[in-house]
């Protein structure tokens, strides 16, 4: 018997007598299949019916975006079992992340997999952030419509939060990394002129780190800080396809029209010097030529598939191999000498605390250097750079555009000032603060832990 025909639109949906796909198929057998499992799926139904091809290149967002998205699951899923068995009492607190990592069976993984998964989303958003940057895909293209610049500022809060997320979780083990770290975290912040002290003590429910604190951090971390990364995550996504999908997808589209404008060599028919037209096959197969675009069921899926299970599969192995530490339980009397910001603000330590410039009699601590003007007047132009690069609309989606030269350079360049301060905060800081070589031995200091 003939197979029927799927492509018509009266075929009918299953044949008689074949129960329907429970989930849906990975190899639909045609377009029509294809659009239903987008629409029909209630996890598949956010996802266009068609994508354009070249943006599901690898090597065009490097999907850090999904591994951010990814991360961000793992660390719901880790976070859930900890929730069960973490007490949030500065009397409690340790003992229970003492049980998790030492008495609680497969404790120590999840503990591992949690801790890994906040550090690398760290990493994969500000990638994410670089990738968007230098492919200028926060700029509006061709489509109507778009508003990638509202994105590209949501990314920026979605980029604070995941600090800000990471951040108050370092607190919970209330160990003297957690006590410490948050001590010196917290310190930066009331360097703000006239309101610092006011906003460490509102973050601290206090003048000190204690239960107040804890609990403050507690809550912030489990409900209000992931709630609204939630919530901001399916606005991104949601811009994302009302902007047309990625930028690239829209260069596609600038490149359609510039060729378009001299139209190419066309068979033309006259009917008796009445009427004339372009041939029917002619302009089918041009139609043809120019469709970019694929189908999201199994092309999209099947790559985001792998990108979420790869970077689950990733973080489940390495978690094995590196455990989150937990060290001597917090106690104020005794400060760690150096003691260090968490990874991710110690470029802004390494400020704080090294530089202070004079200009004529006039004199900028350190303090305020690095933890209010800095930080500060960059992210006000990190948020308002779409609105400030002039290039034309040609220049979103593509990587390292020529008519984005000097601006990508010097986003590199600052790229690489951080991370170079990054590096000898982490790797070549001493106790004082005074620079060692890593294979340096540090010199003894009574009472240092
Ligand atoms: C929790 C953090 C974030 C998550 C989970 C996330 C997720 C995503 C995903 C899945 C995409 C589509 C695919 C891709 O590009 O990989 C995307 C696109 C985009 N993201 Fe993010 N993102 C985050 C943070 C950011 C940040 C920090 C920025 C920039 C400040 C940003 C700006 C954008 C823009 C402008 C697009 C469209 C890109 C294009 O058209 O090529 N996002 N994001």
Redesign the pocket.
Known sequence: MAEPDLRTPSAPPTAPGVHPKPFWSFRPRSDRESGDAVVSNFMLHWFPAKVSKA?LDWS??????????AL?LLLVLSGMPLLFLYVPSVERAYASVKDIEYVVTFGSWIRAVHRLSAHL?VVA??L??V???L?G??KNGVGRGQR?PV??????A??L??LFLSFTGYLLPWDQLAYWAVTVGTNIASSIPWVGNTIRELLLGGREIDQPTLIRFYVLHVIALPGL?GI??VY??WR?RK?G????ADREGVLEQKAEAPPGPTKTYTLLGVARGQAPAIRASSLEARDTTVNAVPDLVRRAAIVVLGTIAVVGILSVFFRAPLEEPANALVTPNPAKAPWYFLWLQEIVTDTTVHIGSFTINGAFLGGVLLPGLLLTV?TLWPWWDKSPAAA??VWLGQSRRRQNLVFLAVCVVILVFTFIGTFLRGPYWHFYWPWEAWPEIPGRI
């Open positions: 943006s065009y967002s490097f999907w850090l975006g999904t591994a951010s998205a961000l989303m958003v500000v994410h952030l990738r968007v940057f492919t895909a926060y990638r994105n590209w500022v949501l990314g920026v979605m980029l939060l995941t990364l901001l995550f991104h996504m994302v902007d999908g990625l930028a690239r990190l979103a989606g």
